[in-house]
């Protein structure tokens, strides 16, 4: 995944392990075993960094306390929390979500909300951005074709902001690689005239913990 990743010219991926009651990550584990694969990445050679991240189930934010969020921030920065919405439609439960974590000091980062479409979908959209998250989409559906439409009809609503692999292997299923997605981005508005923001600018800032403000906001391109 590493060399697919270092293909693309990512320089950086954000380990991003499911914390949801189905799957068995133990968060005080995750130091140590990053560590091992980090060792593993030099002796092979490897330039693209891992990261410290989590992907956290919504539902799952009574069972954390701060310190475990803290501890699978994207980064390890402390700040932005890679927020994985219930299934179905967005709802008040991911509101919640996001007023919670920003009450405890965190940010919120929508993962892949491609899976939660809505009649009123880019509408749910602007209330999670007005309540301070950032979405981030997934990249191989902009070039997909059953999926890239509706890709780009969230695009130019301005309702996406950084784009993520969601890769889980490097034998099946989605490459680690932004580099096709971010070349369609460059000819859609209302992103194209912010691409750097996207591709580099907004990454790096949450992986760093700053205060991220997007440069266009929902509507922008109507």
């Known amino acids: 995944m590493v060399r697919q990743a270092e293909a693309d010219g990512i320089a950086a991926i954000c380990a991003t392990p499911h914390i949801r009651a189905d799957h068995p990550v133990r968060i005080e584990e995750l130091p140590a075993r990053r560590g091992e694969l980090e060792a593993a990445l030099v002796k092979a050679g490897c330039r693209t960094r891992v990261l410290p991240g989590g992907e956290v189930a919504a539902d799952m934010l009574g069972a954390l306390d701060g310190p475990e969020l803290a501890e699978v921030t994207l980064g390890g920065s402390g700040t932005w929390i890679l927020l994985e ?114 591709a580099h600018t907004a990454p790096w800032g949450i992986v760093g913990g700053e205060d991220v403000v997007t440069p266009f906001r929902p509507g922008d391109s109507e």
Do not use: N
């Open 85 to 198: 919405p219930a299934p179905g439609p967005l709802d008040q439960r991911v509101e919640a979500a996001i007023e919670d974590l920003r009450i405890r000091g965190f940010r919120a980062l929508i993962a892949h909300p491609e899976r939660h479409p809505a009649p009123d979908f880019v509408d749910r959209l602007r209330r999670l951005i007005d309540k301070g998250a950032l979405v981030q989409a997934t990249a191989a559906y902009f070039t997909d074709e059953s999926t890239g439409p509706g890709m780009l009809a969230l695009a130019r609503a301005g309702v996406i902001h950084v784009l993520g692999s969601d890769a889980h292997s490097s034998l099946a299923g989605r490459r680690v690689e932004l580099a096709p997605a971010l070349e369609i981005l460059a000819e859609t508005e209302p992103v194209k005239g912010h691409l750097e923001w996207v």
